[in-house]
């Protein structure tokens, strides 16, 4: 029985599973779509796999959700296939999976609001998370909480919303309104939840004092950037 090569068996099984599928299908390279259903890998399965076969150096996309064996990657199938041509099905391995450890991606964050808050006047503020840029894309959304608290506000109540960020721009609008106080605070705190649950280890946060008067200021931006954790590799 022949071994599979070392490089493969440091595949995760459903990268295995990604090349032998190109083997059987003949192509270099396919939709995610069709990829999915050809090797019957859940929606989370394909992106853990084919972000381990991008950064492996043996798989580039090309255009929208197209996949492509490079020469490296082609080099990898064709001592896929030789293994399998030489070892009995019920005794084929699919790879093996080794802990990882998690993938953090920076965003910036980026609270636009009035240089002055009128007094008792409600405003517009918005939250937006900028673009990611080449080195920290990512191929499933990040769940993210924005909670935002008015200090001095004529109610401090907890404006609370999640949203959804993968690789390009998203912003949230929130309502805020100053007391009668000549300084209020808007304080942000930004975290990452999965299934529900806070990760606490991919949160960050800001707070800006603003001055309060009769008439609102022209808008200013201020920004933080936070790591948030790649949920393909969760």
Do not use: W
Not at 62 to 86: F, I, P, S, T, W
Not at 123 to 129: I, L
Not at 135 to 153: A, E, I, K, N, Q
Request: aromatic share 6%; glycine share 8%.
């Amino acid at each position: 029985m022949m071994e599979m090569p070392y490089n493969l068996r440091t595949l995760p099984p459903e990268a295995v599973d990604i090349l032998r599928f190109y083997g059987s299908n003949g192509a270099a390279s396919a939709h995610a779509d069709d990829i999915i259903v050809g090797t019957g890998l859940s929606d989370r399965g394909f992106g853990k796999a084919i972000r381990r076969l991008v950064t492996k150096g043996l798989v580039v996309m090309d255009g929208d959700q197209v996949y492509r064996l490079n020469d490296n990657g082609r080099k990898a199938l064709a001592e896929l296939l030789e293994y399998d041509l030489m070892t009995p099905p019920e005794e084929r391995s699919r790879g093996m999976e080794r802990e990882i450890e998690p993938r953090f991606v920076k965003r910036r964050v980026i609270v636009a609001a009035p240089q002055t808050l009128p007094v008792q006047q409600p405003v517009t503020v918005v939250v937006g998370v900028d673009e990611a840029d080449e080195d920290d894309l990512v191929m499933l959304p990040m769940h993210l909480t924005l909670r935002l608290t008015t200090l001095h506000g004529d109610s401090n109540a907890l404006l609370d919303t999640e949203i959804s960020v993968e690789n390009r721009p998203v912003q949230h609008t929130f309502e805020v309104t100053a007391g009668r106080y000549t300084q209020a605070r808007l304080r942000l705190q930004v975290c990452q939840s999965e299934n529900g649950e806070i990760d606490e280890s991919a949160c960050g946060g800001m707070a800006v004092d603003f001055p309060v008067g009769e008439i609102a200021g022209d808008y200013a931006a201020y920004g933080i950037e936070v790591m948030l954790k790649d949920t393909t590799e969760i």
